[in-house]
């Protein structure tokens, strides 16, 4: 009785904290324009007196067209220098009035170089409001989801100290760590996990992966959504279940841990979970040996209602795989981060994956758009107005520039927007690529999204021979002349069904043919370019680089596939791997009469 009335109150306090959240966004949402305003007075009277600010005159000024006058819209590279100041030792206030606690390692997509973004514990504070507001969201769409186990995979890496001592570490190492150490009051219900916190904190990612799956796999029918933050990272705890059911099945039927766990803490945390269950290893093991691995996921964990993983941008590649495995199950794309800034939020989680869009948060920073334009002979115009955030306009694309209380003042994010709607006042924004994630050889630059078009239209050439895309990447070969462009393709293909030379070289033409008229008029009238190129790589490899990654500091949760490499042990890695390369046979189509833009 007692039992059945303190679930009801926990059930109407629930209710009513979900309430007031969703409240509280209809009211920022509403109110975008007020509380951007309040949001820059704040950040400006707060900093006030910093180095950098008064560098640039701003003298205690608050105001938004002083501002926007006096401060420039800078790059990671401009403030890399006021950056390094503070992580060798200087003060905090070169940047930041509050003192600097820690640095995020961002993975910089573009370039494979971490960047140093600065945060303070009210930044982190204000982090995890905005991990609040998501469960309430989606509890409007799948209801529930309190009354079971999320599976959720988590890693964090070893943490290094800046010359000055302060830490630098991936923002959801940080994360993990301090919840881990906060004494709570109060336990979210829509956190129960899976994972054990010591198989999470654990550094080894074999042991952290093994441990994580073992315990999601114990839980089975208790578990209600799986997912990791973005999908790279979750085809990887997939193809970690293809190659250890057995150990695991083993483990579950006899209640022990394999011995490669070595670490005591993860050990402990286990033995706690996993006891003798041979009928859930029988069963586990029916399903993993069947042929097919198609609906793997809701086979195993027969509850699971969604697969919570951000599918959008260089992630969407992983659709048809997640679908394959998930047998289609909602792919929920639930937030927009990064390490500068919690961004944005998906009001419609259940949206196709093709058309999530993201709602900007108003509270959490001050956000500007620089309009951008990626169609070939426009140029930027000049000069640019940067724009706030009540003032976009629909269908239009920008790259989101922002002003953080954590010394960041219109820093360019590098990624490009497109206004999709609006929430309220608030515009709702597709993310479209990551900036400067281009291959050039000569005049011609391709994004990440027409290189991802055109690649998957060509891959579908593949479809008749049953063979299939699993991953790929590209690197602009100058080593040639002309350069030309490379791309690494990992496919999966059936030995009964050989795909003939020829096809390969229809999927070179067909890449060519679907890329833009300045690329296609380097490679016809100024054979600046030569032909393109597909280097057919093992399987494994893409992992093999992902875990080359790993091992030179990437998060494996924040690891996301460059869509474009550039260093050369990276390339060396890929050539190595090469079991077959094709060339396009043919110059693509191009018609005279589209001149490219021309500066001079
Ligand atoms: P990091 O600072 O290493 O966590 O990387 C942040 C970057 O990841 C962002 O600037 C985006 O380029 C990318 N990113 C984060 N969230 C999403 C999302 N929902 N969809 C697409 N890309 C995202």
Redesign the pocket.
């Known amino acids: 009785m007692t039992d059945a009335l303190e679930s009801s109150s926990d059930e109407r306090n629930l209710e009513e904290s979900n309430n007031r959240i969703l409240q509280f966004i209809e009211d920022v949402t509403t109110n975008a324009g007020q509380v951007q305003e309040r949001v820059l007075k704040a950040i400006l009277s707060g900093n006030a007196g910093v180095e950098y600010l008064l560098r640039h005159g701003l003298n205690g000024s608050t105001d938004r067209e002083t501002f926007k006058k006096l401060i420039p819209v800078v790059t990671y590279e401009d403030v890399k220098p006021d950056i390094n100041r503070v992580a060798n030792g200087e003060p905090s206030s070169i940047i930041c009035s509050t003192p600097i606690s820690e640095f995020?390692?961002?993975?910089?997509?573009s370039k494979g170089e971490n960047?140093l973004?600065p945060t303070t514990e009210e930044e982190l504070e204000r982090k995890s409001l905005y991990s609040s507001l998501l469960m309430p969201v989606i509890n409007q769409f799948v209801p529930d989801l309190h009354k079971g186990k999320t599976m959720y995979f988590l890693f964090v890496r070893e943490e290094a100290k800046t010359p000055g001592g302060l830490l630098a570490r991936?923002?959801?190492t940080s994360l993990q760590k301090r919840s881990y150490f906060k004494k709570r009051t109060y336990t979210n219900p829509y956190t129960d996990c899976t994972s054990p916190r010591e198989t999470i904190l654990c550094t080894d990612s074999f042991q952290s992966m093994y441990s994580q799956m073992l315990c999601g796999l114990w839980y089975g029918d208790q578990v209600l959504r799986v997912g990791t933050m973005?999908a790279s990272a979750f085809i990887r705890a997939i193809h970690f279940l293809e190659k250890h059911w057995r150990l695991l099945c083993h483990d579950i039927r006899t209640g022990t841990l394999n011995p490669r766990i070595t670490d005591p803490s993860v050990r402990e945390a286990v033995a706690r979970i996993v006891k003798p269950n041979p009928d859930l290893a029988e069963f586990i093991e029916k399903e993993c040996n069947k042929e097919s691995w198609k609906g793997i996921i809701p086979r195993i964990w027969r509850n699971t209602k969604y697969i919570d993983v951000?599918?959008?941008?260089?992630?969407s590649q992983y659709i048809p795989t997640l679908n394959y495995f998930g047998n289609d199950l909602p792919l929920v794309?639930?937030?927009?981060?990064?390490?500068?800034c919690c961004?944005a939020i998906?009001l419609n989680p259940l949206s196709k994956p093709t058309e999530?869009a993201?709602t900007i948060i108003p509270t959490m920073a001050y956000f500007e758009f620089l309009p951008v334009s990626r169609e070939i002979g426009v140029p930027e115009p000049n000069p640019v107005e940067v724009l706030d955030l009540v003032d976009v306009k629909l269908g239009q694309e920008y790259e989101v520039v922002v002003t953080t209380y954590a010394g960041l003042y219109r820093y360019r994010?590098?990624?490009i927007l497109r206004v999709a709607g609006f929430k309220n006042n608030t515009p709702q924004f597709n993310?479209v690529c990551?900036k400067n994630v281009a291959l050039s050889i000569d005049a011609d630059k391709t994004d990440e999204v027409e290189l991802h078009n055109a690649v998957k239209n060509a891959s579908n050439i593949l479809l008749p021979f049953d063979a299939s895309l699993i991953e790929y990447t590209s690197h602009a070969n100058t080593s040639t002349i002309p350069g030309h462009y490379v791309l690494y393709w990992e496919i999966t293909q059936s030995s009964e069904n050989p795909i003939p030379r020829y096809i390969f070289e229809d999927c070179c033409f067909a890449v060519e043919e679907s890329l833009n008229s300045v690329y296609r008029e380097c490679r016809v009238s100024d054979k600046s370019i030569g032909p393109l190129e597909i280097r057919i790589v093992e399987n494994g490899t893409f992992d093999k680089m992902m875990d080359y990654a790993i091992a030179s500091g990437s998060?494996i949760s924040?690891y996301?596939p460059p869509r474009c490499v550039t260093r050369a042990p990276i390339v060396e890695l890929l050539d190595s791997r090469v079991m077959s390369n094709y060339f396009s046979p043919k110059p693509p189509e191009w018609a005279p009469g589209h001149k490219h833009w021309n500066t001079n």
């Open positions: 995020f390692t961002s993975s910089g997509t960047k973004i991936p923002v959801l973005f951000v599918v959008t941008g260089a992630m794309s639930t937030s927009y981060v990064s390490s500068e961004f998906n999530v993201y994010v590098g990624d993310f990551r998060s924040q996301k």
